[in-house]
């Protein structure tokens, strides 16, 4: 069973980057099976899947249009986790974050995150 | 993008009602479609995936079907710890879009 925890802070102000990590215990993040998802809510835009990574013997990554030229997630294998972050942040990013695993449907989610941007 | 669209926004029902949920995408996804339900302030739990797979520990009462651009979600008998909001969820392009949901409330 895999489990995600969040960190990260709940706060950022307007034009600042946004950086969240999520732990993986239970999988690892190098697996060639797995994928590594970030998604967000706000009542304005519902669920949005913002973006993913996933190892295929390579690194892959997948981003929304929307949030393309802004967006990057990274693993990092040393920690087994995999971070999101998102430059140039405006009030339109408020939302609760969460990080999910799975390629094609999603098992297990981290705890979520509320971040907002405010000055 | 493909879009997904969920009908009814909003129901309500009484324990032991069967409830049936609509999502419906703007082009074939074949069966790359997910179920998921939410409570308030949590994240969103699995379901149904591939369109008609259970998953692992969610009671047999939820069931779902569908392929190409047409999907159901049925509640056999509404359960108290079903009033919920669902979302379908499409993984056959990217980027992988939700439905809007559709929240069960208690009539």
Redesign the interface.
């Known amino acids: 069973q895999v489990q995600l925890q969040q960190s990260g802070p709940g706060l950022v102000k307007p034009s600042q980057t946004l950086s969240l990590t999520c732990a993986i215990s239970g999988d690892s993040v190098s697996s060639n099976s797995a994928a590594w998802?970030w998604i967000r809510q706000s009542p304005s835009r519902?669920?949005?899947?913002l973006g993913r990574t996933y190892y295929r013997s390579k690194w892959y990554n997948?981003y929304?249009?929307?949030v393309k030229s802004r967006i990057t997630i990274n693993p990092d294998t040393s920690k087994n986790q995999f971070s999101l972050q998102l430059n140039s942040v405006t009030s339109e990013d408020t939302a609760v974050y969460?990080c999910?695993s799975?390629?094609?449907?999603?098992?297990s989610?981290?705890?979520?995150t509320l971040v907002t941007v405010s000055s | 993008?493909i879009q997904m669209t969920q009908s009814p926004s909003s129901l309500s029902a009484s324990v032991g009602d069967r409830v049936t949920i609509t999502c419906r995408a703007t082009q074939s996804i074949s069966t790359?479609l997910?179920w998921?339900q939410q409570k308030p302030g949590?994240?969103?739990?699995?379901l149904i995936?591939?369109a008609s797979s259970l998953?692992s520990g969610v009671p047999s009462r939820f069931s779902g079907s569908g392929s190409g651009t047409d999907f159901t979600l049925t509640i056999s008998s509404l359960q108290p710890e079903d009033f919920a909001t669902y979302?379908c969820?499409q993984?056959y392009s990217?980027?992988?879009?939700?439905g809007?949901?559709t929240k069960v409330d208690i009539k």
């Open positions: 998802n519902g669920l949005e899947w997948d929304a249009v929307s969460y999910a799975g390629r094609y449907s999603y098992e989610w981290g705890q979520g | 993008d790359y997910n998921y949590k994240a969103p739990k699995l995936f591939a998953q979302y969820q993984t990217s980027p992988f879009t939700f809007p949901g």
